[in-house]
């Protein structure tokens, strides 16, 4: 998270951060948004790129793969990002905060965890264009805290997960058994046997 920071200024641009593939539901995302005839910057590669760009409008605009600095820059410069589909955790959602914006998710998987319902974020269903049009058009992204998604984000943080660790294992230890020491000692080790051959 360290590498994102918010901007002095946000574009007009929602973000879409995701490998191009079906599963990911980027032609969601493409579909609502020409719907809306808003601007949509679309950031991956995959093998559903060709037929996104054939069906994205004059508002969408792809920019493919791009280096970290450039995914950081353009998180904090957006409007809200975008995430169609259902992520396990979905990282980018918290790197986005970490950026200081909020994000538009799918009410499914790792968002309903890392995005908060109208303080950094808006979680939509059901999962379809017309449901994400309607909540892009019904959030206001501008007003949303910025330091309210950084510090949302902050609980992801590599610090927050081992301090969180170290305690679930030392809470862990603390509650087994005590250890049976008559049953714990090594057992003698015997001489290993020769094997004496006939010949």
Avoid: W
């Avoid at 170290?166 to 008559?182: E, F, L, N, Q």
């Amino acid at each position: 998270l360290e590498r994102f920071h918010p901007a002095a200024a946000v574009g007009d641009y929602h973000l879409v951060v995701s490998e191009l593939m079906a599963h990911k539901r980027i032609n969601v995302a493409i579909e609502a948004f020409n719907r809306l005839r808003l601007p949509l910057v679309v950031v991956g590669d995959g093998p559903e790129t060709r037929r996104l760009r054939r069906m994205a409008g004059p508002t969408i605009r792809f920019e493919g793969r791009v280096p970290d600095p450039r995914v950081a820059e353009l998180m904090a410069g957006c409007r809200a990002l975008v995430v169609p589909s259902t992520e396990e955790f979905g990282i980018a959602a918290v790197e986005a905060q970490a950026a200081g914006r909020p994000v538009i998710a799918l009410a499914k998987g790792g968002a309903c965890e890392t995005v908060r319902d109208g303080e950094t974020g808006v979680l939509y269903g059901p999962d379809d264009a017309g449901a994400l049009a309607a909540a892009v058009a019904g959030f206001d992204a501008l007003s949303v805290d910025s330091e309210a998604c950084a510090a949302n984000a902050a609980r992801f943080g590599h610090d927050r997960f081992r301090e969180g660790m170290a305690k679930m294992v030392d809470a862990t230890v603390a509650s087994g058994p005590a250890p049976d020491r008559a049953r714990r000692r090594a057992a003698p080790r015997r001489p290993p046997r020769l094997l004496v051959g006939s010949g």
